[in-house]
């Protein structure tokens, strides 16, 4: 099964700090899309950024960014000065085919003011 | 703006009841897809179309589950019998598929709880 893993259950981060979010998936394909998604208590599935696996061009959507080791097959989400609204899980999901999306288990992030 | 509409939002139903979740996907988007979020699996797809047709329903329990796109503004996903163990999160999601790339917008999901 190709699989998307995400190894940290919980993550703790202080305003205003940055924190990184790890993800690792499978795959035998050369093109694809890798996406992080913000869940928070509202249960609303939020896309927070994208990345094509053919750009080797890390992805940036304001105070989100990624860090995209294709090689690797790592895909990392950093979060930038951090505010409380950013406390949520955040899910890592990849493409694919017909635009599927396999999900990892998700990521809870603790923001302490 | 446009979004994915989904009702019930919460639904609370007796093991053995029929349960019928509706989603309306955005107007003009080509796919949509039910996922099911629990504790214990996560975000699974259970079932997608494709222009109304249906592409893959194996990620769902044949016996019970049912995926149907009645028209293009209308999916739903019904469970007959419902069980204990259907209770999770129900996520219905549309986009445009072009080429090899979908942006998936999701609805805000219906809990269901199966006492």
């Known amino acids: 099964a190709q699989t998307v893993t995400q190894s940290q259950p919980e993550m703790s981060v202080q305003e205003a700090e940055t924190v990184t979010l790890s993800c690792t998936y499978d795959?035998?394909?050369?093109?694809?899309?890798l996406f992080w998604y913000k869940q928070p208590p509202s249960r609303q599935m939020i896309l927070v950024i994208r990345?094509?696996?053919?750009?080797?061009q890390n992805a940036t959507e304001n105070r989100f960014s990624v860090n995209f080791q294709k090689a690797a097959k790592s895909f990392s989400l950093k979060i930038s000065d951090s505010q409380l609204g950013d406390a949520a899980m955040y899910f890592c999901?990849?493409?694919?085919?017909?635009?599927?999306?396999?999900f990892g288990q998700g990521t809870i992030l603790t923001v302490h003011p | 703006d446009a979004r994915v509409t989904q009702t019930p939002r919460d639904k609370v139903t007796e093991m053995g009841q029929e349960v019928t979740m509706r989603c309306q996907p955005i107007?003009?988007?080509?796919?949509v897809f039910w996922y099911r979020q629990t504790m214990m699996q996560g975000l699974e797809l259970l079932a997608y179309?494709?222009?109304?047709?249906?592409?893959?329903d194996s990620g769902m329990p044949k016996d019970r589950f049912s995926a149907e796109m009645p028209d293009a503004t209308l999916a739903t996903l019904k469970i007959q019998p419902s069980e204990p163990r259907d209770s999770a999160v129900y996520f219905c999601?549309?986009?445009?598929?072009?080429?090899?790339?979908?942006?998936?917008?999701f609805g805000p999901g219906t809990r269901l709880t199966v006492l």
């Open positions: 999601a549309s986009g445009l598929v072009q080429g090899a790339y979908n942006e998936q917008f």
């Open positions: 795959t035998s394909e050369s093109d694809y899309y």
């Open positions: 990345q094509e696996a053919y750009k080797q």
């Open positions: 999901a990849r493409e694919t085919s017909y635009g599927k999306l396999t």
């Open positions: 107007l003009g988007h080509n796919t």
């Open positions: 179309f494709r222009n109304r047709a249906p592409l893959d």
